[in-house]
């Protein structure tokens, strides 16, 4: 298997744009984390869903993020309009839940608005 | 409120020695506790993990050590190689609560650690 695939590695916009970072997770995974990454707050959990449902969705910093999964094999995060502050590195993680506790992270995608 | 407090921010240790890495959580309800292990570029990568029901679990030069009266669990790592220098990141989660949001992972905010050969 491939692993979870992230897309783009890299994306730099300016800040008002519409930004969409998505995700493949592992086939067969029934249940995928999105995460931002700072050297100030960490690994922070953004929204998990189960079976494509978003199940806890509290660590949304605000309503400019929205994240969908539309089938078990895709999904995307989605920040409009984009402001520097978000500024960071999304990984998206899947899991095999309740079987199997590890997750698995992607590459991530560095984001930079300017 | 940061559930799960982890030290030291950074450790540089001498190639051969040994790496301790510790993690405090507030919630008793955690019941499962993983340790990550994060490369430059990469994504973390499950490293090792261990249930209250076992006071230290071992793998290889990787152990951790669990004190669930005191709340803390810490990461050992023996024999201590460049190529261990990479971020580790505790975390915790509920694991038997019965699923829904319990399953999601809170994790500590990381090491930094540096072997110098």
């Known amino acids: 298997d491939a692993g979870v695939i992230q897309s783009p590695r890299h994306e730099v916009t300016e800040m008002g744009q519409e930004v969409t970072l998505r995700c493949k997770p592992i086939s067969g995974h029934n249940s995928l984390f999105w995460y931002r990454q700072t050297m100030m707050r960490g690994l922070e959990l953004l929204i998990y869903f189960n079976n494509n449902v978003p199940i806890d969705d509290s660590g949304m910093p605000e309503d400019r993020f929205s994240a969908k999964m539309p089938n078990a094999s895709f999904s995307t995060l989605k920040i409009q309009p984009s402001e520097p502050r978000d500024s960071a590195v999304y990984f998206c993680?899947?899991?095999?839940?309740?079987?199997?506790?590890?997750?698995?992270f992607g590459q991530g995608t560095r984001l930079t608005v300017v | 409120q940061q559930q799960v407090k982890q030290s030291p921010q950074s450790l540089i240790v001498q190639k051969g020695g040994i790496s301790i890495i510790n993690c405090a959580y507030e919630?008793?309800?955690?019941?499962?506790f993983p340790w990550y292990q994060q490369f430059p570029g990469k994504g973390p990568a499950l490293l090792i993990a261990i249930r209250p029901d076992v006071s230290e679990k071992k793998e290889g030069r990787f152990t951790i050590s669990f004190n669930k009266s005191a709340k803390q669990f810490s990461l050992h790592i023996m024999d201590s190689q460049p190529g261990d220098s990479a971020t580790y990141f505790c975390a915790a989660s509920i694991w038997s609560g019965g699923g829904g949001s319990n399953y999601k992972l809170t994790f500590g905010k990381g090491t930094l650690l540096t072997v110098n050969p």
């Open positions: 993680a899947s899991s095999l839940l309740p079987m199997n506790t590890e997750a698995f």
């Open positions: 919630n008793t309800a955690f019941d499962y």
